[in-house]
């Protein structure tokens, strides 16, 4: 297959895994940002490839994992509804909130239903004019575009029946968070690959310079991974703190201005709460004023609704790469992807999710936690 | 629509579409069963209808099953909810090494289910049956209200007899042995999420839907020693080897390389973030056997045009504790069942 074949490749990940332990001369930790790289790391085992200097640890870039719980609650404060159809896409529907889930809700007859474009839900506005279809919009910049555009043929449609749930979070400001910790001890950053296609590269490169990190801007496959990781190790051991740009094949260093623009006429900067993280400023996206109509926050009057964490979840931690999920006391007993304490059991991408499915069972000689001598 | 063999007259043709008296015991009830199932299935031998059928079976020793067959659409690339049925009982009767003979059709009918459907749906049984050499002896017909059901289940249960000179089953299991995959994986679960969701994938991906008795047969045949067979349905791969590594404590290695995804599913896996290893097959099964055996078990399979492909996977790397790993790109790592339904994730 075209595309994924050649990024794949055993060859050629084992040359860049062994580039990376000519090269590498102390020790490091790189943090990759996105869920979807963490997933292909544990998946297909990169770490174990990896010389014993480098420690991956796992970023916050789980969109399902850092929406807000009090966010599913309003969520499915909204879809319990009678009037409304409640549209969202798949791995968020088992996203535990405070008490339920959404397809829990479902099961108790709020009509939930699973699009895979906020497109569909346009369609079953126009199509079910007596009801109120409520779209989640959760992710980072890479489903904004799609969401704001989804909101702006609603309004061009005057589909008044139309309506989004905002959760969206933006990457900058995340790892702008984890760099001023105290407890930071991250050397160097993976960004992610599909976020930068949309972004492109510029609002990293203030960050690499203030914090003196490097940033390489990184694919999903494991040759991609492992070439990051590459770029990023000769970054650290020649003292650089650059962005650069593994992912040439789809990020541009301007991004997709077209698609900015439709985020920017839709919606705009600010604060946002992050799950297990805390309050992030200007870290998140809503809607302009002059979308307000379109808001199920407001429509719905949900924005009272709050919630508390489970103690027993360390998900923060793991978001911010302090921990690793098999850390965690909970981890596989009383959190499990069947009964997830915490979303970052939940999605494919959600680190705990992925230790679970891929790490449980310590496969002989290679299925340990990523260098035990070096974990955080 | 064309329909060959019976069709239905009246008073079917009078109702286009199911009513409640379909099911309610009465005339309406009995001229459904004979014009649409008996017509098409047949009656047993010559013998009058009555409420259970007398059955012959060559060998003492009988394997029986049941399942229950529910999907939206009814109709998908290659296959319907029909065949689905035959091929899913006929196929559990095959995995204990067993010549699949007679089947019981039951249907739950919704209210407002076009005739024209359910007689499509019929024949394409009549014809899977025939294909299969099985017949349909016996069933039975609910009908509900409108919004209760989702225009037919089918149940059906079977009966055939064990051919098998052992035992087949995740016991006979051996250290050493090797896991053979009858073709490539996850076409049926796909062409049908396809077709739900209105996806069109570039190159239409049909199911693989069919029975499985004729490999097995051949596999039977060729002499090899079949330890394990197992049908690839919901769970995929993943979910057939870790039940049978749990169920046979042992550890069961495979290569992702060498288990085979036809490149148009591996690229809708790709896009809604689904592991080919979970999703749903119809028509292909995976085989433990004897590693010095394996050569000839998959030059058998490969006489079958359903298991063209067959390859070797794999093979039982040891006994103790029950476990599947994937050797990847970068290592070895577990495989486990999914949890839940796979879901598309976000981005």
Known sequence: MRFVDEYRSSADAQRLA????????????????????THSIVRFG??????????????????????????????????????????????????????????????????????????DAVELARANPDREVVFFAVGFETTAPANAGAVEMARVQNLRNFSVLVSHVLVPPAITAILSSPDCRVNGFLAAGHVCTITGCLEYEPIAAQ?????????????????????????????????????????????????????????????????????????????????????????????????????????????????????????????????????????????????YRYRRTPAAGAAQPTHAGHQP | MNIEGPVCPVPLSRYPAIVMAHGGGGRLMRDLIENAFISAFGAVGDRPAHDSAALDL???????????????????????????????????????????????????????????????????????????????????????????????????????????????????????????VSGDLG?????????????????????D??????????????????????DLTRGGLASALVEIAESAHIEVTVTEEAIPVADAVRSACEILGYDPLHVANEGRFVAFVRSDHADRAIEALRTCAVSADA?????????????VLLRTVGGLRPVDMLSGEQLPRIC
């Open chain 1, 46 to 119: 990169l770490d174990q490839m990896l010389p014993e200097q480098i420690t991956l640890v796992h970023g916050p870039g789980c969109p399902v994992c850092v929406t807000p719980l009090e966010m599913i609650d309003r969520a499915i404060a909204i879809a319990s509804r009678p009037e409304v159809i409640f549209c969202s896409f798949g791995d968020m529907l088992r996203v535990p909130g405070s008490s339920q889930d959404l397809m829990s809700a479902k099961a108790s007859g709020a009509d939930v239903r699973m699009v895979y474009s906020p497109l």
């Open chain 2, 187 to 207: 076409r049926h679960g796909i062409a049908v999420m396809a077709v739900r969701e209105g996806f069109a994938f570039g190159t239409q991906i049909v199911s």
């Open chain 2, 311 to 323: 390859v070797s996977i794999g093979r039982v790397t040891a006994r103790g504790e029950g476990r």
């Open chain 2, 209 to 230: 839907c069919a029975p499985l008795w004729d490999p097995v047969q051949a596999l039977l045949a060729s002499g090899a020693e079949v330890h394990c067979l197992r």
């Open chain 2, 58 to 180: 060559p060998t003492a020793r009988i394997a029986f099953t049941t399942d229950s067959f529910l999907i939206r659409p009814l109709y998908f690339p290659n296959a319907d909810i029909g065949e689905l049925a035959v091929y899913g009982t006929v196929n559990d009767l095959a995995m204990g090494g067993a010549r699949p003979l007679y089947l019981s059709a039951s249907f739950i009918l919704e209210e407002g289910l076009p005739v024209d459907t359910l007689m499509r749906v019929v024949q394409s049984m009549s014809r899977a049956a025939a294909d299969t050499g099985v017949a349909i002896v016996t069933g039975d017909t609910k009908v509900v209200e409108k919004g209760r059901c989702d225009g037919m289940y089918i149940t059906t249960a079977g009966v055939g007899s064990l051919e098998c000179v052992g035992t087949i089953g995740p016991a006979e299991v051996r250290e050493g042995d090797t896991v053979i």
């Open chain 1, 211 to 355: 914090y003196r990190v490097p940033i390489v801007v990184t694919g999903f496959e494991p040759v991609d991974i492992l070439q990051g990781v590459l770029m990023c190790v000769e970054q650290l051991e020649r003292r650089r703190h650059t962005v650069e740009n593994q992912y040439a094949r789809s990020v541009r260093r301007e991004g997709n201005p077209a698609a900015m623009a439709m985020i920017g006429k839709v919606m705009e900067v600010t604060d946002r709460t992050w799950r297990g993280i805390g309050a992030i400023p200007m870290s998140g996206l809503r809607l302009r004023d002059a979308y307000a109509d379109f808001d199920a926050e407001r429509k719905f009057d949900v924005g009272s609704i709050t919630a508390q964490e489970s103690p027993d979840c360390i998900s923060g931690l793991v978001l911010q790469g302090l921990r690793r999920p098999n850390q965690c006391a909970a981890f596989g007993t009383m959190c499990t992807p069947e009964h997830p304490l915490g979303a970052t059991m939940v999605s494919s991408e959600g680190a705990c999710a992925a230790y």
């Open chain 1, 18 to 37: 062994a580039r990376i332990a000519d090269v590498v001369r102390s020790d490091w930790t790189i943090m990759e940002v996105c869920g979807g790289q």
